[in-house]
């Protein structure tokens, strides 16, 4: 992922964005100390973004709705997690409802990256995904609850192309129960904001295998 919004998850903040490597503003994620208590069902479904990278549903589907919901939040992680590798050709507004809080934080972050020559490749660290569960607010909004594993390094890309030269700018791992606001919007159901009810640094909240 660019890291995940994830990055700032590791310090003492009130407040943070959490989706993939790297910053944002400090008004999208509470953190709170309590755990996750949502039903799990035998259902799972698999994406498979790159070897290194998975999103899996064990979300019941129980209506139409929820399997779109579940289709598009995989499919825009698909996106965010490719955002890191290429931040320049991120479609920010393919994946957010413009004027939310994750347009605005996302946008910020990938004109960060662009800027500071930052990137992270698909063959360093790891990006695991599991929707938990989806509640269907009404028409237009749903919930999506996720537990999120992410080690994906965030590298300096240097001054010239290549691998040759790049550094380490990131490689803490942070593994978080998240839940994510989305709305439908252009017949696409979409991220709106997110909020990270239980975190782990340096290790996997989430219980994945591999």
Not at 67 to 91: L, N, S
Not at 157 to 167: N, V
């Amino acid at each position: 992922m660019s890291k995940s919004f994830m990055r700032y998850l590791r310090v003492a903040l009130p407040v943070v964005v959490l989706a993939t490597s790297c910053a944002a503003p400090n008004d999208e994620l509470i953190f709170t100390t309590t755990a996750s208590t949502l039903p799990i069902s035998n259902e799972s479904t698999t994406t498979t973004i790159s070897p290194s990278e998975r999103v899996e549903s064990v979300a019941a589907n129980d209506s139409d709705a929820v399997k779109r919901v579940v289709h598009d939040f995989g499919r825009i992680y698909e996106a965010r997690a490719q955002c890191g590798r290429t931040p320049e050709q991120c479609p920010v507004n393919e994946m957010t409802v413009k004027g939310s809080p994750l347009h605005s934080s996302l946008t910020e972050i990938m004109n960060e990256r662009i800027a500071g020559n930052l990137y992270t490749r698909s063959d360093a660290g790891k990006l695991r995904i599991r929707i938990e569960a989806v509640e269907i607010v009404d028409t237009i909004r749903a919930i999506v609850h996720t537990c999120i594993f992410d080690s994906v390094v965030l590298f300096d890309s240097g001054q010239i192309d290549g691998a040759a030269d790049d550094i380490v700018f990131d490689d803490s791992v942070i593994s978080a129960f998240m839940m994510w606001n989305v709305q439908l919007d252009n017949g696409i159901w979409k991220w709106v904001s997110s909020t990270a009810t239980q975190r782990k640094i340096g290790g996997d909240i989430c219980g994945f295998a591999n």
